[in-house]
């Protein structure tokens, strides 16, 4: 192969890789970006070890390393406290219940959340709680009354 074909070649897989590598710093896990991109850079390291010798090779692959590492640093900064980290936390809170305990809920009405199969959530007064109906199947949107407590669970059934 002529050299100038061999520089072409080498340039392109470089620059080519070097983009594959830093695009996999921002997109999570390790996929088809970031092994193009590593089997782009071994084949520019190959075409500089035939063309300019070992010692320039081994130049390349420092470089190579240091983008690599620069790579997974901005992977991980960005994971902390980046762009990346805001799209993999529930940005929404729930209304966390009031200190009441159970029983103090007994007799108060409300609505099924989900459907009750005999458990699931209900919503009293905007807190959203967990219940057991007494046996029934209670559909979602159906009205509830409390009727007891058990642990940290309701007791609840389905309004006549």
């Known amino acids: 192969m002529d050299p100038f074909a061999l520089n072409l070649i080498m340039i392109i897989c470089f620059v080519v890789g070097s983009g594959l590598i830093i695009l996999e710093a921002f997109i999570p896990g390790f996929g088809v970006a970031g092994v193009f991109g590593v089997l782009l850079e071994f084949a520019a390291l190959w075409a500089t070890w035939r063309l ?43 209304k966390a219940a009031p200190a009441a305990a159970p029983a103090d809920w007994t007799g108060k009405s409300g609505t099924a ?29 159906t009205g509830i009354t409390v009727t007891g407590a058990e642990g940290g669970r309701l007791i609840v059934r389905a309004k006549s």
């Open 52 to 94: 300019h010798g070992v010692v320039t090779a081994l130049i390349a692959l420092g470089a190579v390393l240091l983008l690599i590492g620069a790579a997974v640093f901005i992977s991980y900064r960005s994971a902390m406290n980046g762009r990346l980290s805001k799209t993999l936390v529930l940005r929404d809170t729930e």
């Open 113 to 141: 959340v989900t459907a009750l199969r005999p458990e699931g959530q209900v919503e009293i007064a905007g807190v959203r709680l967990n219940a057991s109906s007494t046996g029934e199947f209670v559909a979602k949107g």
